[in-house]
């Protein structure tokens, strides 16, 4: 039964409306992009991404096949592997991705929250690592495991953050830290579509109108920050 | 079957030392392969680009 002109709003209406005011589809999943993105340095958000989605499918497939497939069977190193390598470009590119956002100064514009939520998901990425490295079930994972909890210790987290416990270290690892980042890369996502990719620094001696005329964006609205 | 690496990483890292600063050999080299390559993707030119300086 659809709703009359007058008639209030349900919940799912408002819900979608809302939605669709916040992400337009076209903002969304847009036409184009700024010309000013024509450079390398912006394509590393995306292969952290890609670094994402191979992390997650081979630790899915470690998860379901346990350690001693992991450690005594030649296709479980190479998962283990897949997976170990897989972080390590995960950081890699990360990394780069801040620098190139951070030399371009890329909360501007009321993009702060994009920043915050890619400097967070930085920030939870090490702990998700950190928790892989103890899970490893081997003498690596309890020497960073004994290593690591006396300084854990010291700051009185190790009663509910306990690196000796194999169980719960796990858990944060395969479960509570991956749906945390992920949430936190859509969230960031989102909101670069919502605000537009950041333009470049405006040149001395062209100014901000020299720069709408050398790298003026292509896509409807791309560039311009959402209210 | 075992496959010999390029280079043997079956023994403890190797570190340097300068005065406080301590690190390992590999993180110094991924450290520095982060900085080439993003100088790289700043300098190399993207395909398809087209660079108009001074042009309406």
Do not use: C
Not at chain 1, 37 to 49: C, E, Q, R
Not at chain 1, 93 to 109: D, E, N, P, S, Y
Not at chain 2, 38 to 51: E, V
Request: hydrophobic letters at 50%; aromatic letters at 14%; glycine letters at 12%.
């Amino acid at each position: 039964m659809s709703a009359g002109a007058g008639a209030k709003k349900s919940w799912t209406v408002r819900l979608r409306e809302a939605g669709v005011a916040a992400m337009p589809p076209e903002r969304l999943l847009p036409d184009g992009q700024p010309t000013y993105m024509s450079s390398w340095i912006y394509v590393f958000g995306v292969l952290t991404i890609a670094a994402l989605v191979v992390i997650i499918g081979s630790g899915t497939i470690l998860g379901l096949k346990g350690p001693a497939w992991w450690h005594y069977t030649g296709i479980g190193h190479f998962f283990n592997s897949i997976h170990l390598w897989a972080v390590e470009m995960f950081f890699f590119f990360m990394v780069i991705h801040l620098w190139g956002k951070f030399f371009m100064a890329a909360w501007r514009g009321g993009r702060s929250r994009v920043w915050m939520s890619g400097t967070i998901t930085f920030l939870v990425s090490i702990a998700a690592a950190f928790t892989g490295y103890v899970s490893q079930q081997n003498f690596d994972s309890q020497w960073i495991s004994t290593q690591a909890k006396d300084g854990l210790n010291s700051t009185g987290i190790g009663a509910f953050f306990n690196v000796l416990n194999f169980g719960q270290m796990y858990t944060y690892h395969v479960l509570l830290l991956p749906v945390v980042v992920i949430a936190l890369v859509s969230a960031h996502i989102l909101l670069v579509r919502r605000h537009g990719i950041v333009p470049p620094l405006p040149l001395p001696e062209l100014g901000a109108q020299g720069l709408a005329g050398a790298g003026a964006p292509s896509g409807a609205g791309a560039a311009e920050p959402a209210p | 079957m075992s496959f010999a690496a390029i280079i043997n990483l079956n023994h403890p890292a190797s570190y340097v030392h300068w005065g406080f600063f301590q690190m390992s050999i590999p993180n110094l080299v991924v450290i520095g392969l982060m900085i080439v390559v993003f100088a790289a993707a700043i300098a190399l030119p993207f395909p398809g680009s087209k660079r108009k300086r001074g042009g309406s």
